[in-house]
């Protein structure tokens, strides 16, 4: 497994254990939809939430969570609406991001509602 994916994995063990210490009920890990993936997919309280995991080692140029760019925003709406649809859910959803920094100390910064989706 190349490292970037060690990481990632690392990562998102990491978030996991985080949210659940939180109070978080995690119903899913790494839920594809065709060519989308959400890394985590959670409850907490009566709100279905939608995780996207970014880990990165050392002393990343830019913070992990930049990288969730309006594509990638997309590709997780998607992937939520068809979660959503194929388990029947009726909750509000959110969607957080956890960023990751695993370098001298572990950095994690987790952001609630880190976007919404777009009204067309």
């Known amino acids: 497994m190349a490292a970037h994916n060690e990481t990632g994995k690392q990562g998102e063990n990491i978030a996991v254990k985080y949210l659940q210490n939180k109070g978080y009920r995690i119903l899913e890990q790494n839920w594809y939809n065709r060519h989308q993936e959400i ?71 987790h952001i609630e509602n880190a976007f919404y989706p777009r009204v067309r």
């Open 39 to 109: 890394d985590i997919i959670a409850t907490k309280g009566n709100e279905l939430v939608i995780v996207e995991v970014k880990c990165r080692r050392g002393h990343p140029l830019a913070e992990p969570y930049a990288a969730v760019n309006r594509n990638k925003q997309n590709l997780l709406i998607k992937a939520a609406n068809a979660y959503i649809l194929w388990k029947n859910i009726d909750m509000e959803t959110r969607f957080d991001i956890v960023s990751i920094i695993l370098g001298d100390e572990l950095t994690i910064d």
